[in-house]
């Protein structure tokens, strides 16, 4: 998500944010609640409740949004946040794709599906973490965690009266993904190799 599009975001969001800190709640308090809401989305989507998953989806993306604005204007900017902030990320995927797997645990052409865009979502994360651990900064990416919610979202929404429309967005976002974890082990590489 580029720079532009963030400054949108949180000109949006600045309500959100406002209300938040006039109740001087913690941002690691909402990073919290954003991960329970969406091991919450998980377990109704393992029930097939589609739609209820989804408007929590739709809060806990809010919630993962506003909490990082929250800190930065109330001064609490912290390492721990952002630690919490990525490791919950990826437990929020893990928790909504177990849940897509266990309702189609018995259909092994989708189970199959699930498994394979949550290890290419979970890749595009982890090369980053391993470029930035060496050293690298790798902000680059085609299908970054935004644009893979927002597939997964449409596709859940519509998905819940035309089951067609999940498998499209899963495939997306695992071509996408896979597209995107090659790109950025291609720049940092190329990076390694210039120093």
């Known amino acids: 998500m580029n720079e532009q599009t963030k400054s949108r975001l949180r000109v949006l969001l600045q309500p959100v944010v406002a209300l938040l800190l006039k109740l001087k709640t913690p941002p690691n308090a909402v990073t919290i609640f954003g991960l329970v809401l969406s091991v919450a989305a998980g377990f109704l989507l393992s029930r097939g409740w589609f739609l209820a998953a989804v408007i929590l989806l739709l809060l806990a993306g809010l919630a993962d949004t506003v909490d990082g604005e929250l800190a930065r204007q109330s001064n609490r900017t912290h390492r721990m946040g952002a630690f919490l902030d990525s490791s919950f990320d990826r437990l929020a995927e893990f928790s909504l794709f177990f849940g897509l797997f266990w309702f189609y645990r018995y259909s092994p052409g989708?189970?199959?599906?699930?498994?394979?865009?949550?290890?290419?979502?979970?890749?595009?994360?982890?090369?980053?973490?391993?470029?930035?651990?060496?050293?690298?900064?790798?902000?680059?990416?085609?299908?970054?965690?935004?644009?893979?919610?927002?597939?997964?979202?449409?596709?859940?929404?519509?998905?819940?009266?035309?089951?067609?429309?999940?498998?499209?967005?899963?495939?997306?976002?695992?071509?996408?993904?896979?597209?995107?974890?090659?790109?950025r082990i291609v720049y940092v590489t190329q990076e390694l190799s210039r120093r």
Request: with cysteine; net charge positive.
């Open 110 to 183: 989708k189970a199959a599906l699930i498994f394979a865009t949550l290890f290419a979502s979970v890749a595009v994360s982890y090369v980053r973490a391993r470029a930035e651990g060496i050293g690298v900064e790798c902000r680059i990416g085609l299908f970054e965690r935004p644009i893979r919610f927002l597939f997964t979202v449409l596709g859940l929404a519509v998905g819940a009266f035309v089951p067609a429309a999940l498998v499209i967005a899963l495939w997306i976002i695992l071509l996408g993904a896979t597209f995107t974890v090659i790109q």
